[in-house]
């Protein structure tokens, strides 16, 4: 049984059963027998489609943000922002799908030599509770406008929002099979990778569930793209601009309730400007008010999960244990839901817990660098490679940002999604890219043809 609690009460609210072999069966078959016609489609026709979907999205916004807000406690104004991140992830294929997969001339020995980038046929996406608008955009939209048929496995915790998401998909005239959830347990995943009508996986979520996944889709030669984890590094440097670079470092860490792989997690600080910045950072996470997900005022909201909680606070109790400063927070509050406080912990060090394991809450870690060389040690020397980012002049940044050993990186802002950018990591992090011309290309044949006669 799939089973979805209410973060902010602890509650019960919805019971699923899981998809039976009939139903996975059905949805597979749906999948490849519609993947022919829809690939067939001009990439205008497509698009329509896309902008359907884009158009219901932001017109149903009351109905589908709240959504999000009850089943893993997202605060409803940022609820609100990922239907229409949503949305214009949709209308961002739409309008730049042909530009991107436009063949390419190849000069040869051949009269006419040149690459065209043709659908693979049915691709999975496996998602996680974090961001389940935003996420199931940002997998479906570019395989779709490729040519692609899309199955959704989204996880157990936010089935109602899974149910919403197909619905947008038949109410904006998606053609049948195109865009499909399957609601099953985790243990079920294996078999639909293996399945012969699934072509090409893509995973965001855990290291460990991305290996899982990426063991699988190897063992039958299909392409994956896995996001998975981050601890991402934020070095602050002394000719930083300080009071923007705390604004930017402590919304960071706190979107979502801090329950995001691309957030500030370990803030490294320069010597001869820690103590102000920690304190900047103290005051600004002081500042933040915790509280009920569906009121506007709120900043933080409770953590999906209380066993995530509970490791959280794990994190946090380790590494005061080994000589943190916990400046704030640090306490698991009384109540009903599962509440975490904004929580900030300085003078941590390279092997405390909070700075070598991912932390997925409202915690800021904050860390002491001698100067620019030792801060950019301290942040590659980590088994995570997703993003990071810099603070200081511009010049000075973009040269840090050659060497830091991660797959996207913010020079004097927040490290962010855009669906005309590519994002993705290395290391632990992942492989592969999604978003922008790069995302679109990995679930593509690149097929190269040859015209002749052959040249004298």
Same mark, same amino acid.
């Given at each position: 049984m799939l089973v979805v609690t209410n973060p902010r009460t602890g509650e019960k609210i919805r019971e699923v059963e899981p998809a039976d072999a009939g139903r996975v069966d059905a949805v597979l078959a749906a999948a490849s027998e519609a993947q022919p016609l829809w690939g067939a489609m001009s990439f205008a026709e497509?698009?329509?489609?896309?902008?359907?979907?884009?158009?219901?999205?932001?017109?149903?916004?009351?109905?589908? $943000?709240?959504?999000?807000?009850?089943?893993?406690?997202?605060?409803?104004?940022e609820a609100y922002g990922e239907v229409e991140k949503a949305a214009w992830c949709a209308e961002h294929y739409a309008d730049n799908a042909e530009e991107y997969l436009a063949a390419q001339t190849l000069a040869?020995?051949?009269?006419?030599?040149?690459?065209? #980038?043709?659908?693979?046929?049915?691709?999975?996406?496996?998602?996680?509770?974090?961001?389940?608008?935003?996420?199931?955009?940002?997998f479906a939209s570019p395989a779709l406008m490729a040519g692609n048929t899309c199955i959704m496995k989204h996880d157990p915790h936010?089935?109602?929002?899974?149910?919403?998401?197909?619905?947008?998909?038949?109410?904006?005239?998606?053609?049948?099979?195109?865009?499909?959830?399957?609601?099953?347990?985790?243990?079920?995943?294996?078999? &639909?990778?293996?399945?012969g009508r699934v072509q090409a996986v893509s995973f965001t979520g855990s290291a460990r569930g991305g290996a899982a996944v990426a063991s699988v889709a190897g063992s039958q030669i299909k392409p994956a793209v896995l996001e998975l984890g981050g601890s991402d590094p934020c070095i602050v440097l002394a000719d930083a601009d300080l009071d923007a670079a705390s604004d930017v470092i402590t919304l960071s860490r706190i979107i979502n309730a801090g329950q995001s792989c691309i957030a500030a997690k370990r803030i490294i600080v320069e010597?001869?400007?820690?103590?102000?910045?920690?304190?900047?950072?103290?005051?600004?996470? $002081?500042?933040?008010?915790?509280?009920?997900?569906?009121?506007?005022?709120? =900043?933080?909201?409770?953590?999906?999960? =209380?066993?995530?909680?509970?490791?959280?606070?794990?994190?946090?109790?380790?590494?005061?244990?080994?000589?943190?400063?916990?400046?704030?927070?640090?306490?698991?509050?009384e109540g009903p839901g599962y509440f975490?406080?904004?929580?900030?912990?300085? =003078?941590?060090?390279?092997?405390?817990?909070?700075? #070598?394991?991912?932390?997925?809450?409202?915690?800021?870690?904050?860390?002491?660098?001698?100067d620019a060389g030792d801060a950019l040690g301290i942040a590659n020397r980590s088994e995570y490679g997703l993003?990071?980012?810099?603070?200081?002049? $511009?010049?000075?940044?973009?040269?840090?940002?050659?060497?830091?050993? &991660?797959?996207? &990186?913010?020079?004097?802002?927040?490290?962010?999604?855009?669906?005309r950018l590519p994002s993705g990591g290395i290391k632990s992090s992942g492989y592969g890219r999604e978003l922008g011309p790069h995302g679109i290309h990995e679930f593509v044949n690149a097929q190269q043809v040859w015209v002749g006669p052959k040249k004298g």
């Open positions: 497509r698009g329509e489609v896309l902008r359907s979907v884009a158009a219901y999205l932001r017109e149903h916004a009351d109905d589908l $943000a709240p959504l999000m807000t009850e089943e893993m406690g997202k605060p409803i104004t040869s020995d051949a009269t006419h030599s040149y690459v065209q #980038h043709l659908p693979l046929g049915t691709v999975l996406g496996i998602l996680p509770w974090n961001a389940p608008f935003w996420l199931a955009s940002r936010v089935v109602g929002c899974a149910e919403a998401i197909q619905e947008v998909f038949e109410k904006a005239g998606a053609p049948d099979g195109v865009f499909q959830q399957l609601p099953i347990e985790t243990d079920a995943v294996a078999d &639909v990778i293996r399945d010597e001869s400007v820690y103590e102000d910045v920690v304190e900047r950072l103290r005051e600004r996470m $002081a500042a933040l008010v915790m509280g009920d997900p569906r009121e506007k005022s709120t =900043d933080i909201g409770p953590l999906a999960r =209380d066993d995530l909680r509970q490791n959280l606070h794990r994190q946090v109790t380790e590494t005061v244990d080994a000589g943190a400063r916990c400046l704030l927070g640090g306490a698991i509050p975490y406080p904004a929580t900030v912990l300085a =003078d941590v060090t390279e092997e405390m817990t909070a700075a #070598h394991e991912e932390t997925f809450g409202p915690v800021m870690v904050i860390m002491r660098a001698k993003a990071g980012s810099v603070w200081s002049t $511009a010049e000075r940044g973009e040269e840090i940002a050659r060497q830091l050993k &991660v797959g996207q &990186v913010a020079v004097n802002g927040i490290v962010k999604t855009d669906p």
